[in-house]
């Protein structure tokens, strides 16, 4: 990177201590329009069916460059829901959540509409679009717990509109966003090239597990059929058998708030379940409360498998995680289903293995309904068919494939810690280069630094974000 600008002075952004000398300052209502929007009325068909205008819910501040909507809706419910339509170059930024989301931030690549947990902010002359997206990545945290202390639950567009902004000239705009894209193409490729190792990995694992829990570890036993076409022959002395007829299926409805009347808790969210194979009392859960009704149902014991039951694609049904010890206080939070074995019948690591087994797995992925939202309704976990050994052999069966994994996790984990440092890596020169620690004037491209936005894409955060206008939903 470059040196340091010749002259700086105090910044008048409570955020950043000192900017060059020549930059400016204005509140972000001075040099954009910045407003939210609306959730047309679902009940409405003619608002949502063959729709054409893109719309935004605040998940969507997870893909970095917008490019495509989960959703659209009709020119109807734009005209009558009052929307308005914000054209590419704008910036969203998401405005509730405990999770990551409150603070987030992208960049729209296409004209779209936004719900009402998002800001909106379209800039004027003075302010480009790309830059504002970097500045207000660098100004993340500072973002998050402004204008009412650190324990704002969410902001507002007021609050939005407040925050301090720096303002280079355009032309250094432009300098400093197309050095930082170049640098993210070169990021992008190292992520990407990791994220593919780590794709291979799994796939490797996936296969270890696929055939110990379906087969069984020795290859000289007699074979039955099944009886079921995707499970093919299993070992003759095994059973097949019914979810519901091994464990009891209980579904979370448990939500992110906090309630006076309630008990404190530590809530083990969708995130924590799909990011992890095993729930622990080390974790970094969310608190939140419950009534006493359920903490007495959803309170997670040894043995325990939950499960994913609803998502944005069908791939991502019933991703399993088992947890090893019981952890009074912590919770199974909603877009969950808790399985509970039943003792001496099967062992809730072995459950795990097999629901997190690719054929076994795909039958949730068929069973699986929705439109934009995937969901699994009880019923289909209850009757879900998983191969059954005798209790002792599931107990081999599970030392047999922690043994086989364990360097294939421990690879897979490095991966994923050498993306947390490139990503860190990132931030800081984000921070540096749009706040003007670092002058980047001189900086002159090449002809490998033309980047595409599509080129982008792999910079979409990789955590899953809280998601808003969520039903919440209980036993049934």
């Not at 039955?224 to 299993?234: A, F, H, Q, R």
């Not at 409360?289 to 359920?294: D, P, S």
């Not at 949730?364 to 939202?373: E, I, K, P, S």
Request: glycine content about 8%.
């Amino acid at each position: 990177m470059g040196a340091e600008y010749s002259d700086y002075r105090t910044s008048e952004a409570s955020w950043v201590e000192r900017i060059p000398a020549h930059w400016r300052t204005a509140r972000l209502r001075y040099v954009a329009r910045v407003g939210n929007g609306t959730t047309p009325a679902r009940g409405r068909f003619d608002y949502w069916s063959n729709g054409t205008v893109p719309w935004l819910a605040s998940g969507q501040v997870n893909d970095y460059i917008v490019r495509k909507a989960r959703e659209l809706v009709t020119a109807q419910a734009v005209k009558e829901s009052c929307l308005r339509v914000l054209p590419a170059g704008s910036v969203i930024l998401g405005m509730v959540g405990q999770g990551k989301t409150r603070g987030m931030s992208a960049y729209l690549a296409i004209d779209a509409t936004i719900n009402q947990n998002l800001a909106g902010i379209t800039p004027g002359k003075e302010l480009d679009g790309r830059y504002l997206h970097y500045m207000l990545t660098a100004a993340y945290d500072f973002q998050r717990n402004y204008g009412r202390g650190g324990n704002q639950a969410a902001l507002n567009c007021a609050i939005v509109g407040s925050f301090p902004t720096l303002l280079p000239p355009r032309q250094e705009q432009d300098k400093i966003v197309a050095y930082l894209r170049a640098q993210d193409a070169r990021i992008s490729r190292l992520i990407k090239a990791k994220r593919e190792l780590i794709g291979l990995l799994t796939e490797q694992k996936l296969r270890i597990i696929d055939h110990a829990v379906t087969r069984g570890l020795d290859d000289s036993v007699a074979l039955k059929p099944s009886g079921i076409e995707w499970l093919g022959d299993v070992p003759l002395h095994w059973d097949i058998a019914l979810v519901k007829h091994v464990a009891d299926v209980r579904f979370s409805g448990v939500d992110k708030h906090s309630h006076d009347h309630e008990t404190s808790v530590r809530l083990c969210n969708y995130t924590d379940v799909y990011k992890n194979d095993k729930i622990t009392g080390d974790m970094d859960l969310m608190q939140a409360t419950a009534t006493a009704g359920e903490i007495a149902r959803l309170t997670l014991k040894a043995g325990d498998v939950i499960i994913t039951k609803d998502s944005e694609t069908p791939d991502d049904i019933a991703v399993p995680a088992w947890v090893p010890v019981g952890l009074p206080g912590v919770v199974c939070a909603y877009h969950l289903g808790l399985l509970r074995p039943e003792p001496g019948r099967i062992e809730g690591e072995f459950l795990f293995r097999a629901i997190g087994s690719a054929r076994i797995a795909e039958q949730f992925h068929v069973l699986a309904t929705g439109v934009t939202r995937f969901a699994l309704g009880k019923h289909d976990v209850k009757n879900a068919v998983i191969p059954l050994p005798p209790i002792g052999e599931q107990k081999v069966i599970c030392r047999w494939i922690a043994d086989e994994c364990k360097p294939l996790e421990e690879a897979i984990l490095r991966a994923e810690d050498e993306i947390k440092l490139i990503r860190e890596y990132r931030d800081r020169q984000i921070a540096d280069v749009v706040t003007g620690q670092v002058d980047v004037r001189g900086w002159v491209s090449g002809p490998d630094d033309v980047v595409a936005d599509e080129d982008l894409a792999v910079l979409g955060s990789d955590d899953e974000l809280d998601t808003d206008g969520e039903e919440e939903d209980g036993d049934d």
